[in-house]
């Protein structure tokens, strides 16, 4: 060969020993990645075709090496498939990890995976009619056209930005913004969904920007629509994803008796059917490749439910969410201390110096009922209340801000977010039970019916306590109040000052109420269920001896692990009802991959001779195919 046969166009020194790989060239753009290895793990780099380099990045902490890598349909992502197994998506900006794509569970013992690739399907072309009404496929009474009709949900804390120094003091021209990956729990990692799109999920979202300076929402980039990511490994499964995130499960190719790899995949452009080359014992194939048929994607009823799977993770994750911001505010967190402990550490901190500097038994809510009722506070009080922490006007300001904000949050969350995203839910899961009532949606998906029922009684429990919870906090809010301005009255009576105040505006029944109840937020030491109470009381009344003792019912506090054993516990419910509701998508995720029909002879069209002695020689064969698709009859060729 002529050494100008080929032009170059770019001649480039890398520092570090590199390796190309077969899909390393971008389908539809000048640009190239090159894998670097790096202190025993891959590093993957952007390069263009004129020889500069856009970006290089760690793909991921875990991986040792890259199997490969393939483009998206719309060239604006890259899939990596790594050793040992995982799977993720980068942007073609920046490099950043957008996605990690779970492997299913049923698979979790999965060898190494051999290679990737993203097919796209070729839309149909639209009619002529236009969309009058923009229902942009979604039919009139479903799930998602009802909540197409409900009030956005109020977005929640952007937690995939980080704020540095630059973000809070520089201008902004010249503004950074540090991304970091979001921490997501197990149980939403493992949902399967589409890509997320919280606007169908009837959740607001920050910084629309497919909206333009009219306010006309563009044409939505749909090239990623229907297309199929698969991944290869070396026990002969591919690992199917609808639109490169949605698992739709696995396919095995080959026998039991044979070690069988995909020597290479293609997919037809216009219908789901993909036809494989199986290499079976690493030394021979089959002439003629593997046609798997993915059926049920040829309809709407899949992509439906995909939806109501996405729909239902980005609810669900919407609500832990919302449970555990409201949780930080009132108990706290591993870096900020609850409300709820102010009152508790005050009367603490009263108690102790009862004990020490007056020597007498700790009885802090007796003194201040005592106080309340008689204007006449101990001398361990009247000493507390003048040079006690938190009585100075600056610290009850505090004390009561803080306070404030958290049952003011505990209330506005309960009410606008929690209750709405649980009914949002409520919905979606009305509508699947629809679809497990018709027999032959039942039959292909295999909906748990049961798991349904249970998942619908919880979100009907969380209701009832989210609106539980709102009005707890609106009357605990009340009380407070009344607390603060008594505990100010008395402050001002006890201090050095000759001013007397003009007039009460406490409430003492309020105060007292809060001085039993809130302000150490004891909880009582036995089963608040209906059911528990119901049984004491039967229990009473089955008693024979009329003057025998009554139950006794211990009233010590519960810790904090206690807490998880009660009903009234959202946290709890919510992360129990997390795991149920993904179970709902789980198994019927993989129906296109269980309904999938094989047209193979899996090493039958090679005589016996010829595959026994290619097994001797233990030369791997190499196999050149040209797959074409005939537009006349729509069949591969």
Known sequence: MNSNDFASLATVQLSSPSRLLVSACCPDKDLLVIITRLGGHDRMSLWKMQGSKTWEVDVSTNSERIVGIAWSP?????????????????????GHSERVIPIPTSDALIPQLTDIWWFHQEKPEKSPIPDVFRRNNIITGSAHS????????????????????????????????ARRAPSLPDVIKSWPALHPDPVTASINVPNMTRTTENSIVDEVDDTNLDSILAVADRSGHLLCFLDGTYSIGSLKLGNSNTTTTVASLFKNPKSPVLLAYPVYNGVFTDLLPTHV???????RKFRDFAKLSTTARELCWYV?????????????????????ELGSKWIATYEAKQQEDYHVKPSGILDLTTLLVTDRPSEALADYLG????????GMQKWESAVTEALVKLRDYSEKRLVPACQRLHLVLGEIQ??????TLYTAFEIPNETVDQCLRMLKQAILLGTWLAAAARREHNRFKEFITWLRYETVLLGPSSETPNTLRHDILEVNQYLMSGLEKRIPGYDLTVKAALRTAREYLDRRDPTETPIDVPLDGFNDKSL??????????????????????????????????????????????????????????????????????????
């Open 74 to 94: 719309d060239g604006r992502t890259i899939a990596v498939a790594h050793d040992p197994p995982s799977i993720t998506l980068h942007s073609i900006q920046d």
């Open 564 to 637: 998880e054993c009660i009903e009234r516990n959202l946290s709890a419910l919510t992360g129990a009802f997390a795991n149920c509701c993904r179970e709902i998508f789980d198994r019927p995720s993989a129906a296109a991959t269980r309904t999938a029909t094989f047209s193979a002879n899996f090493g039958s069209d090679l005589d016996q001779n010829t595959s026994a002695s290619s097994q001797q020689d233990k030369q791997p064969s190499l196999v050149r195919e040209r797959t074409t698709v005939d537009p006349s009859r729509e069949v591969m060729l």
């Open 293 to 299: 048929s993915l059926s049920l994607l040829q309809g």
């Open 434 to 439: 629809g679809w497990a009532s018709l027999p």
């Open 146 to 177: 009802v909540l197409r009709t409900l009030p956005l949900l109020d977005q929640l804390r952007d937690e995939t930005k980080q704020l540095t120094a630059t973000d809070l003091f520089a201008f902004q021209g010249s503004q950074t913004a």
């Open 387 to 394: 040079s006690g922490p938190q009585m100075s006007e600056r």
């Open 320 to 340: 832990l969410r919302v449970v555990e911001e409201m949780r930080a505010a009132w108990v706290g967190s591993d870096t900020t201390t609850g409300a709820r």
